[in-house]
DNA sequence: TCTGGGGTCCTAGGACCC
DNA sequence: TCTGGGGTCCTAGGACCC
């Protein structure tokens, strides 16, 4: 894999033959740190890492003069200032990312309206059908690189080839600040000498897998026997990575799609034995779970749990309900009463529920309809006031909170 | 060195139905 | 009599991605 510090990096030719290589990926350099050099640019050239100061945090992002010092995001915070003392670390500001994204993803629509989002801070662009005034794939890519210069100040790198997974290699390949075509003819001799880990699919385990099995390279990959690849990986895997690695990737740029599920997790600075403690946090968790539940018109059917313990060790668990539903205090109830069937546990380390199963929202039948006229008033007073205006009595500490809504007669 | 938080997808076993 | 097979749903866990 690329080393993310930019000492591999890799460009092309004004001349690079991009016939046929219709799709882009677009990718923001360091982006969180990127931004918030924007709002503070004293700290230009400065090695910088984003990342909450907390003892159990990880980094978030790295300037490329942190990289250096083998700084890299997920890294924990405490490693990464050994590596690198003199960091300079920045709180995150999740709003101001959030406004620049969408202003990325504007100008990708400059250029073509066949945009997908990945994640916050890259994408891919379907330039096929461009008009001329766009011109050739590459010429596409020039203009956005130049056009998100200009107007936000944050550098994009591009990939350009004929597939999306090529088009992702390509754009880390020309990090920081580069484009790079890979030609449509040349995509099975650019794949085979990368390791087996660039292929998207292979983390860690299956890198470990691979190599186990004298499989070090996309080429070694791309000339091992179906049959034996899924005997090591399972079937959907096996037949995933195996296509990929003879350049095979057939997946359109999809502009839309439907979420599956939505979650909300959090790490505690220290472990938390207290079950009262832990059913707070659930509250606090589901609450916000049925709040983005009601913003996105969604009900769930299935509530899920996850559980980490102080060693790190994980537990899910989950119920499907009779009905569907966007209720925090619903969602609350779930999550609870599958905690307490996990039973006695040992201390907990991290907390979360996940709503899933998501279809467009039902009208429920049932003594929710109290709760979610509570709720929903309580939305509608954030959205004038702003977060954190607006919190519910039973979400204070040790209150117990007023009795809930009465069902219905 | 000691591991965040938002997600997606896959596997495997068991229940249940026909 | 001691035992089929396919399909679907549910649940738990794991790998992976950004």
């Not at 991290?350 to 709503?355: D, H, K, P, Q, T």
């Amino acid at each position: 894999m690329s080393r993310q510090d930019g000492r591999d990096r890799l460009v092309s030719a004004e001349d690079a033959d991009d016939t046929g290589a219709t799709i882009l990926h677009a990718d923001l350099d360091a982006f969180f740190a990127s931004v918030e050099l924007l709002d503070r640019p004293e700290l230009r050239g400065r090695p910088v890492i984003v990342g909450r100061d907390s003892p159990r945090s990880v980094v978030t992002a790295a300037t490329y003069e942190a990289r250096r010092y083998g700084v890299n995001s997920a890294m924990p915070m405490a490693v990464a200032l050994r590596r690198c003392p003199h960091a300079v670390v920045v709180e995150p500001h999740r709003d101001r990312y959030e406004h620049w994204s969408a202003r990325f993803f504007e100008i990708c629509r400059t250029i073509t309206p066949l945009v997908e989002p990945v994640g916050i801070d890259e994408g891919f662009l379907d330039v096929s059908g461009a008009g001329r005034a766009i011109g050739s794939p590459r010429a596409a890519a020039a203009l956005l690189r130049e056009r998100v210069r200009e107007r936000t100040g944050l550098v994009a790198s591009v990939g350009v080839a004929g597939s999306k997974f090529v088009a992702k290699l390509a754009s880390g390949r020309a990090k920081p600040d580069g484009l790079l075509v890979v030609p449509v003819a040349e995509t099975v001799a650019f794949l085979r000498p990368l390791p087996v880990d660039a292929l998207w699919g292979v983390g860690g385990r299956t890198g470990e897998r691979l190599r186990g099995r004298a499989i070090s390279t996309i080429g070694e990959l791309a000339d091992t026997p179906p049959a034996t690849l899924r005997a090591a990986l399972g079937d959907a895997l096996a037949q995933r990575l195996h296509e990929l690695a003879r350049g095979i990737d057939p997946r359109p740029v999809v502009t839309e799609r439907a979420e599956r599920s939505i979650g909300r997790e959090t790490t505690f600075e220290e472990d938390v034995a207290d079950p009262a403690e832990l059913r707070r946090v659930l509250r606090r968790l589901s609450d916000d779970v049925g709040a983005r539940l009601r913003r996105a018109g969604c009900s769930a059917r299935t509530i899920a749990i996850k559980v980490r313990f102080g060693d790190f060790r994980t537990i899910s668990r989950s119920r499907t309900l009779a009905e569907p539903t966007d209720v925090g205090h619903a969602i609350h109830e779930a999550a609870v009463a599958l905690l307490d069937a996990a039973g006695e546990i040992p201390p907990v380390r991290l907390i979360g529920v996940r709503a899933e199963q998501l279809g467009p929202r039902t009208v429920s039948l049932w003594e929710e309809d109290a709760w979610r006229e509570a709720e929903q008033a309580v939305d509608q007073a954030r959205d004038r006031f702003g977060r954190g205006a607006v919190r519910p009595a039973r979400l204070l500490p040790d209150s117990g909170g007023p009795r809930g809504p009465r069902r219905p007669a």
